[in-house]
């Protein structure tokens, strides 16, 4: 079972930022909270991860809350090609674990003109 | 880039064939994975290995097979196709320190 609770949809204005939540209280020490997204008809999408710092890279920010208990996925000015499913997952690190990736329903993001 | 290719992206066959879907990665990853993805039941693991030879069963391997003799190529075998194995059908792979998997394009199986 997935172990994080998303919104199943959120809409967003082009051009403007892209704030999507995530909640994970069950989260341990040793999991990384990732974002993967889907755009229809392709395959997952990684976007970025983190373990409790916040993260920046060329698609987007993690903000971590310092309890780890929830974050938020920023895509700084949405365009139309960010229209897609976004997930949530977190994922144990360290050997010993599958390291497959339990994806939720995710969020549908509808980035409008 | 990391580029993941699957053989078909559709695919159509009939009850009771013989399925090979075709995986192959050029990053010399060590780490590659199949999933099915399904309305409602999002993407769930089938097979995956650690290195060539090696495969470990995913959360629902019924029904199906997978085959690695080389380090860039994993396969999964539908050893007699069900119209319940109509779905879509995602290949990743990933190094070996698993920082991101990076997924191929999907086939989408239709089983008649």
């Known amino acids: 079972d997935a172990k994080t609770t998303q919104p199943p949809s959120m809409d967003c204005a082009e051009g403007r930022a892209a704030n999507l939540p995530c909640n994970h209280s069950t989260i341990s020490g040793n999991e990384y909270v990732y974002w993967y997204r889907q755009i229809h008809s392709q395959g997952p999408q990684y976007i970025i991860h983190g373990l409790k710092n916040n993260e920046t890279n060329e698609m987007a920010s993690l903000i971590i809350t310092e309890d780890r208990k929830s974050s938020t996925l920023i895509l700084p000015h949405a365009t139309l090609r960010d229209t897609a499913v976004y997930y949530c997952i977190v994922r144990p690190d360290g050997s010993g674990n599958t390291g497959k990736l339990i994806f939720g329903q995710g969020t549908t993001l509808q980035v409008k003109p | 880039d990391v580029k993941v290719t699957q053989s078909s992206r559709y695919l159509v066959k009939r009850t009771g064939e013989k399925v090979f879907l075709e995986c192959v990665q050029d990053?010399?990853?060590?780490?590659m994975f199949w999933y099915r993805q399904d309305p409602g039941l999002g993407l769930r693991l089938i097979y995956f290995s650690y290195d060539v030879k090696m495969k470990e069963k995913g959360d629902i391997p019924e029904g199906y097979s997978v085959s690695r003799e080389k380090k860039e190529r994993f396969s999964l075998i539908l050893e007699s196709a069900s119209t319940n194995q109509t779905s879509m059908y995602l290949c990743?792979?990933?190094?070996?320190?698993?920082?991101?998997?990076?997924f191929g394009p999907g086939t989408r199986l239709t089983v008649t």
């Open positions: 990743a792979s990933e190094a070996w320190n698993r920082d991101e998997q990076y």
């Open positions: 990053m010399d990853h060590e780490n």
